[in-house]
């Protein structure tokens, strides 16, 4: 089975005799950059007290993001580069399917996340810049091919319109309603004439 975008990935893979120092960078990238992230979520949260919520609901979205990303990587069924013996997985990775990058995926939806609330977006260029590392390194150590990340791309800013979908219905019908319930069930004597 032929990728559609086999040329692109040949021209961005380590290949079979890589460049040591550039090889050893990417695999810290293709590994790490996700934790790199999650660190970057966590210094927000410290930093920011009041958005703590928000990054909590984001980080629920992100892990629902995933599941998505995997359902449909099974769905679509595109192989890895290194299942096809285009080049090798230079990081261990399953032979599952590829196309989005679940990678991909959660970290653009946080970088957007964050962008979208202007007490994050500070930190948005950041998150931005991890998972383009990422991305880059993941096609490099010969696990994902270019539309893999532009697929992981495309969920995330899906996500991100339902995220703030949700966000907005939470905050125009749940939270009023909670408010009057709250007032209901407050004692009489407590409320103001």
């Known amino acids: 089975m032929t990728h559609p975008d086999t040329a692109l990935f040949l021209l961005m893979t380590a290949g079979p005799s890589p460049a040591h120092w550039l090889l050893t960078i990417a695999c810290a990238i ?33 892990g629902a993001a995933s599941f998505v990303a995997h359902g449909l990587a099974d769905r679509i069924g595109l192989p890895r580069p290194f299942m096809l013996g285009l080049a090798p997985a230079y990081i261990e990775h ?32 950041a998150a931005a810049v991890l998972a383009l590392a990422t991305g880059w390194a993941r ?5 994902h091919f270019p539309s893999d990340i532009a697929g992981g791309l495309v969920l995330a800013l899906g996500v991100q319109g339902l995220f703030m979908t949700l966000q907005w219905l939470a905050t125009r019908w749940l939270a009023p309603a909670f ?7 407050e004692p009489t004597h407590r409320r103001a004439p």
């Open 30 to 62: 293709a590994e790490g950059g996700a934790w790199l992230c999650a660190g970057l979520m966590g210094w927000a949260a410290w930093r920011q007290p009041r958005e703590r919520g928000y990054l909590l609901a984001a980080l629920a979205a992100a």
């Open 94 to 125: 399953g032979a599952s399917h590829a196309m989005p990058s679940t990678h991909a995926t959660v970290m653009f939806f946080i970088a957007f996340a964050l962008a979208a609330r202007p007490g994050l977006r500070r930190w948005a260029p």
């Open 139 to 143: 096609v490099y150590a010969g696990v």
């Open 179 to 185: 408010a009057r319930i709250q007032q209901a069930a």
